[in-house]
C-alpha cells in the first residue's frame, strides 16, 4: 500500500525558514515525479513546485528564489527547503506522487503557519 508522509510544518515567524520531507513508502520511487501543493483556507490547492524522476524542478512564480525541491532516492524522500517565508505562505502542504502507469498519490498534509 502506497503511503506519503509528510513532517516538518509548524509555526514560524515572518523571514524565517522551514524544511518539509515526505517520506514515500513506494516501490520504484525513483521513477515517480513528486510535487509538494498547498491549500490556504478558502482557496484551491496550488502547485508549490515539483521535480521530475531526472530531477528536473519547477516552481511557483510566487516562491521561486525562496523554495528549493529536492529528492533522496535512495530514502524515497522528497524535500522542500522553505527559506524568507511570508505570511502568504500559511497553507496546508501536500506530498504528491505521479507516474503515468503506477498512479497518482497524496499525503495527508502538513500546516505551515507564517505569523509573527
Known amino acids: 500500500q502506497v503511503q506519503l508522509v509528510e513532517s516538518g510544518g509548524g509555526l514560524v515567524q515572518p523571514g524565517g525558514s522551514l524544511r518539509l520531507s515526505c517520506a514515500a513508502s513506494?516501490?520504484?520511487?525513483?521513477?515517480?515525479?513528486m510535487a509538494w501543493y498547498r491549500q490556504a483556507p478558502g482557496k484551491q490547492r496550488e502547485l508549490v513546485a515539483d521535480?521530475?524522476?531526472?530531477?528536473?524542478?519547477n516552481y511557483a512564480d510566487s516562491v521561486k528564489g525562496r523554495f528549493t525541491i529536492s529528492r533522496v532516492n535512495a530514502k524515497n524522500t522528497v524535500y522542500l527547503q522553505m527559506n524568507s517565508l511570508k505570511p502568504e505562505d500559511t497553507a496546508v502542504y501536500y506530498c504528491?506522487?505521479?507516474?503515468?502507469?503506477?498512479?497518482?498519490?497524496w499525503g495527508q498534509g502538513t500546516q505551515v503557519t507564517v505569523s509573527s
Open positions: 521535480i521530475s524522476s531526472d530531477a528536473t524542478t
Open positions: 504528491n506522487a505521479d507516474h503515468v502507469r503506477f498512479g497518482d498519490y
Open positions: 513506494i516501490r520504484l520511487f525513483s521513477l515517480y515525479a
